[in-house]
């Protein structure tokens, strides 16, 4: 389910500053979430399964890109 892997990646992200480890578990949306089942019963966040993780993807790329900007 890509919206596990956003929320992990998410906690991340925002809680914890870890943005390589983020930009990982937004990968694993797009690539396990692209192998979700039809059938399944739970709901679905259609944006977390390609829109979302690839909008972070670029924001955690951005900030490890330019970290000397954000660090004081």
């Given at each position: ?10 906690a991340?992200?925002?809680?914890l ?8 578990l937004y990968?694993n ?6 192998q979700?089942?039809q059938d399944?019963?739970?709901p679905?966040d259609?944006?977390?399964y390609q829109?979302?993780p690839?909008?972070?993807i670029k ?6 890109n330019n970290?000397s900007?954000?660090v004081k």
């Amino acid at each position: 389910m890509a919206e596990f892997w956003c929320l992990a990646g998410d906690a991340q992200y925002y809680l914890l500053k870890k943005y390589d480890k983020a930009r990982h578990l937004y990968d694993n949306a797009i690539i396990l979430g692209s192998q979700r089942k039809q059938d399944d019963a739970w709901p679905m966040d259609i944006s977390k399964y390609q829109e979302y993780p690839e909008k972070m993807i670029k924001s955690c790329d951005d900030i490890v890109n330019n970290k000397s900007y954000f660090v004081k």
